[in-house]
C-alpha cells in the first residue's frame, strides 16, 4: 500500500476513535508509528490537524475541513482493492462490520466461521456501537455493512435476518416468576435496570406504547452487567431473547403479556456498490444460527 494511503487511513482512524492509543490498536501499528505518521502529515501540509491532550485528540477546524478529503480518498482506493479483487477472484481483504453485542457474542461467530472455511485469507474489523452509531458507520463509509435494527436510515439498503422477541428477565425466586407472561405494568412497580445508550432505546419505546413508565434505577448498554445486577435482586429487566441464549447467570425469563420485539437486519449503502467480500458475506448470513 501507497505510503501516503496508510497516513491518510491512520488520519482517519485516529480521529474516529480519539485516541492515539485505540487507533494503533485498531491498525495493529505501535502508537509511535501513529503518532509519527499523523506528524508526517501536518509537516507535509502544514497544518495542525489534531488537538493532543490528556483525554485523548480531537480534530482542530483544519482538520475538520481536510478529513472529508481524506476519507474519499481512501474510499475510492476501497473501490479499487473490489475491482482488483473480482479480476483476481477472494483472496485476500478486509471486512469491517458493525455490531451489537448480542448479534457479535451470538451470531457473528458462526457466520464467520463458516465464511473463514472458505475464504480463509480475509481480515476483520468489528466495530461495537448503538444503533444510531452502527447506522452512521455504514451511511459515512467507516463500516463495509451493519447490523441494526429496523426501520433503519431509507438511503441504507437492509437485509432482514428476523425478530428478536423482548423478554421480562427476574431474580430466582421472584413473586413475578410465577406468570407464564409477566404483565408489563408490573413490571413498572419495580426497580427496573434499563439497557439504554444514547438514543431511545427498545425497551423504552414498549413501555411508552402502552403509555407506560418504569421505575429506572440504573441505566446500561452493557447486557451482561444487567443480568448480574438482576440476579444480585438489585431489580427487574426486559432484553433482547437473542443475548438470552446460554446466560450465565442465575435468573428468571418470561414472556410479557404485550407483544414486545425487535427488527434485525443488516443494512449496508448497496449491494451492487459492496466489495466482491461484502457480496460473498451476504450469502453466509443463514449461519448465524445454531
Given at each position: 500500500m501507497d505510503t501516503n494511503l496508510q497516513k491518510y487511513m491512520v488520519f482517519l482512524k485516529t480521529a474516529e476513535c480519539g485516541s492515539f492509543t485505540r487507533a494503533a490498536e485498531l491498525l495493529s501499528y505501535s502508537q509511535s508509528a501513529v503518532s509519527r505518521m499523523i506528524g508526517d502529515l501536518e509537516k507535509e501540509w502544514r497544518v495542525t490537524l489534531l488537538v493532543r491532550g490528556r483525554a485523548g485528540v480531537r480534530l482542530t477546524s483544519d482538520g475538520m475541513k481536510l478529513l472529508p478529503y481524506a476519507r474519499r480518498?481512501?474510499?475510492?482506493?476501497?473501490?479499487?482493492?473490489?475491482?482488483?479483487?473480482?479480476?483476481?477472484?477472494?483472496?485476500?481483504?478486509?471486512?469491517?462490520?458493525?455490531?451489537?453485542?448480542?448479534?457479535?457474542?451470538?451470531?457473528?461467530?458462526?457466520?464467520?466461521?463458516?465464511?473463514?472455511?472458505?475464504?480463509?485469507?480475509?481480515?476483520?474489523?468489528?466495530?461495537?456501537?448503538?444503533?444510531?452509531?452502527?447506522?452512521?458507520?455504514?451511511?459515512?463509509?467507516?463500516?463495509?455493512?451493519?447490523?441494526?435494527?429496523?426501520?433503519?436510515?431509507?438511503?441504507?439498503?437492509?437485509?432482514?435476518?428476523?425478530?428478536?422477541?423482548?423478554?421480562?428477565?427476574?431474580?430466582e425466586g421472584h413473586p413475578l416468576a410465577r406468570y407464564e407472561r409477566v404483565p408489563?405494568?408490573?413490571?413498572?412497580?419495580?426497580?427496573?435496570?434499563?439497557?439504554?445508550?444514547?438514543?431511545?432505546?427498545?425497551?423504552?419505546?414498549?413501555f411508552e406504547e402502552h403509555g407506560l413508565a418504569p421505575k429506572v434505577r440504573f441505566t446500561t448498554w452493557?447486557?451482561?452487567?444487567?443480568?448480574?445486577?438482576?440476579?444480585?435482586?438489585?431489580?427487574?429487566?426486559?432484553?433482547?431473547?437473542?443475548?438470552?441464549?446460554?446466560?450465565?447467570?442465575?435468573?428468571?425469563?418470561?414472556?410479557?403479556?404485550?407483544?414486545a420485539g425487535r427488527d434485525i437486519a443488516l443494512a449496508l449503502r448497496g449491494k451492487k456498490s459492496a466489495s466482491l467480500a461484502v457480496r460473498r458475506f451476504l450469502e453466509y448470513l443463514s449461519y448465524r444460527e445454531p
Open positions: 480518498v481512501c474510499e475510492e482506493y476501497q473501490r479499487l482493492q473490489a475491482q482488483v479483487d473480482e479480476l483476481n477472484g477472494l483472496q485476500t481483504g478486509l471486512l469491517r462490520i458493525g455490531t451489537f453485542s448480542s448479534v457479535a457474542a451470538h451470531w457473528l461467530p458462526g457466520v464467520i466461521k463458516a465464511f473463514q472455511r472458505d475464504y480463509p485469507n480475509i481480515e476483520y474489523e468489528l466495530l461495537l456501537g448503538d444503533y444510531t452509531e452502527i447506522e452512521t458507520w455504514v451511511i459515512e463509509g467507516r463500516v463495509d455493512c451493519g447490523f441494526l435494527r429496523l426501520p433503519a436510515h431509507p438511503d441504507l439498503e437492509t437485509i432482514l435476518l428476523g425478530r428478536d422477541r423482548l423478554l421480562a428477565v427476574l431474580p408489563a405494568a408490573r413490571l413498572c412497580q419495580e426497580s427496573f435496570l434499563l439497557l439504554e445508550k444514547g438514543g431511545k432505546a427498545d425497551v423504552s419505546e414498549i452493557d447486557d451482561y452487567a444487567i443480568m448480574s445486577m438482576v440476579e444480585s435482586g438489585l431489580g427487574v429487566s426486559v432484553l433482547p431473547e437473542l443475548i438470552l441464549r446460554r446466560v450465565p447467570y442465575r435468573i428468571v425469563v418470561r414472556e410479557l403479556d404485550v407483544p
